[in-house]
């Protein structure tokens, strides 16, 4: 089993930057691709970000140039840094990591963009 603990999430202003980060402990093998997702009450959860093991990465439209995902392999931890936020922006933010064909998910960390 592979644990999953979300750190940063928080209130924000338009425009501003806050950090997510994401600790993964437990029976790690070998951490593959590893990113976040967002959901917003009614709707359904999207991808915003993702890391391959190699370093390689992909981000949604809606946040390209805007947030920065990285991943710190020998903390076996991916990070999120939001810059420019949105009030769109604002949703529960899930971390989640593929290790051995499976995917385990974070417990989620809420982000609300507001003045």
């Known amino acids: 089993q592979v644990q999953l603990v979300e750190s940063g999430g928080g209130l924000v202003q338009p425009g501003g930057s806050l950090r997510l980060s994401c600790a993964a402990s437990?029976?790690?093998?070998?951490?593959?691709?590893m990113g976040w997702y967002r959901q917003v009450p009614g709707k359904q959860r999207e991808l915003v970000a993702t890391?391959?093991?190699?370093?390689?990465?992909n981000y949604a439209d809606s946040v390209k140039g805007r947030f920065t995902i990285s991943r710190d392999n020998a903390k076996n931890t991916v990070y999120l840094q939001m810059s420019s936020v949105k009030a769109d922006d604002t949703a529960v933010y899930y971390c989640?990591?593929?290790?051995?064909?499976?995917?385990?998910w974070g417990q989620g960390t809420q982000v609300t963009v507001s003045s």
């Open positions: 989640y990591v593929d290790s051995n064909l499976i995917r385990y």
């Open positions: 437990g029976s790690i093998f070998r951490l593959n691709a």
């Open positions: 890391v391959t093991s190699g370093g390689n990465t």
